[in-house]
Each structure stands twice: as C-alpha cells, then as structure tokens.
C-alpha cells in the first residue's frame, strides 16, 4: 500500500469528472473505490491499472449506477420517514400523539376562525421552510468542498439526499398551495360550512406536524450518513 | 472463475455475511474480501456491487457511515437490526438451495440429507 502521488490524484481526479457524475454522494464513492485500488499497485502501475479501472467505470455504467441511486434513496427517505411516522402511533409516542391532537383541537375550539388557522398551520410550514433552507445551505457547504477537493467550481453536482430530501420537505407546502387557492380560483372558497372547513384546517394541522416531525427526525438521521 | 449469473443470484447472501462477520466495511474492501477467500475465484464486480449495496440500504438491511480518509470521505456499510435477521434466513435459504443442487447434481449422495 503505498499514497498516490498529488499528480497521480490530479489525474484520478480528471477522470472522475469526465465521468459527468452529478451526484455528490456516487461520485465520492467512486472516486474512494478508485484511490483504493490504485493504492495497491506501484507507481509504474499506476496508467495500466487507470486504464482497468475506466474499461469497468465507463460513462453509461456511471449513469446507470446513477439512475439505480436515485431510485434507491427516494426509496430509502420515504422508508426511514414512514417508519418514523408508523411509530408516533406506537407507546410511548401514542400518549404525546394523542396530546397533540387534544392541544390542536382546544386551540381550534377556543379561538376566533382566523386566527385559529394562522396559529394552527403556520407554525409547522415555517419550520418546514426552515429546514428546506438549513438542509438547502448545509449541502451547499458541503458541496464546496467537494468542488475544492476536485479543483472544479465548474463541476455540475448535487447532494442526491438533499434533492429528494428538499422535494419531500415542499410537499406540505405545496399541498397547502393548492388547498388555498384552487377554492378561490374556483370561486367555492365560501362553499363549506365553517364547521367542516375547521375540521379540514385541524386534521391537516396535524398531518403537518406529524409530517415535519418525522421529516426533522428522518434528516436528523440522514445527515449523519449522507452529504446533506 | 465462477460463473457471474451465478454471484449474482448469492450476491446479496454473500455481502450480508461479510458484513456480519465485520462489522463495517467498504465497496472496494468488500470485493478484495471475496477475492480473498475464495482463492481468486469469486471476484464481484463492481457492476453488481454498488446497486446491491444501495439497494440493500434502502431496504433498510444496512446502514452507512461516512468517515474521512486522507483528503477523501470513505462510505463504510454495517448491518443494522433487521440486517442482522436477514442474515440467518438468507444463509438458510442459499444452504437449502445449495443442498437441492446436490441432490440435482450428485443423486448418489444422500447421507447428509437423511434420506
């Protein structure tokens, strides 16, 4: 076992960028699996084992490789945060559900229409777009230093966990989106007798504070393996 | 060198057992591994490495770990609880498969199956 040589690693480098991996999280994995063979061969090795290496890694194996990743940890956030959301219906986490829930419906009963609304749905989609913005920035550092490491600014990369990450994380808001405003668009905005359009306005409370709970806790999770 | 339909089919089965019997492991020491063991006559490519790795993650059969290596992350691969079950049924699963063969191939034998 021997270190590569900084030319050795420019040229690995090089390599890896012709390769057109636009996510962080692959390309940081190939790019070990590349130093940790080269590392077991002489310097006068050095070009023919490249040369191996780049027959196995081509450009189309890249990008399926790529395409299966994507799958993968979409899979793998929506997975980690239904585990998270099936156990807030488990003891002990049953008992602050079913505080939650009494909370919210006190609140909705005490309180004027509007106002019961505002402090109803706001709270958990400001922390939702809180956290979009923290995950958005703490990739983004990360990222940097990727790009620094690799001596390209240029280079077209993401952080695959963020991306899925952050699409989960508007998803509430966009549902909010729509909620709000097809009714006016519709011109039904006054249709539902306040009664229901309360009970609308408390249960999608809580599926959003269920939902940014469990997606902090899932991120909290994630940020330890992945480059988000 | 054995056959790659072949890997391919015990791949799972093989990384789960590796992983148990290390603790924590990376891509590329996973196939020096096999190397290893097997004399040079499994040798897993990275083709079937990589997806079976992160598939098995999503599945929720293995977690990651990112740690810093010189001027470079290294992603290491641990099982996690449900892993750690999986393990015992794959490797039943694959011993019962290897025991049909058997008897596919060699029908003479037949002491270790109680016949």
Redesign the interface.
Known sequence: MRKLTEQELKLVQQTMIKKHITSAELLMEIYDHYISHLERFSAEDFDKELIELNKHWTCIYCETLEKELFKNINKSIRRSQWGLIKSFFSWPKLVFTFFLITTITLLANSLEAKLQRMLLVMPPLFFLLALIVFVGATSLLRIRRIKRLFNAIELKIDSTYSRYFVTYLFLPISFFNLGIYTPKLLGTDNFLPEYLSNFSVVSFSFFLYIYSISAYEAWKIKSKTALI | MSSNALIKGSLQTIILKLLEENEKM????ITQKVKELTAGEIKI???AL??AL??L????LL????QQ???????YYSLTKDGQKEVSFKLAELQSFVESMQRIINPGLKPELGI
């Open positions: 990376y891509g590329y020491e490519t990275e083709g990589y997806p992160h598939k993650e999503a599945e929720g977690t990651t770990e990112i290596v010189d001027n470079r992350v290294r992603k």
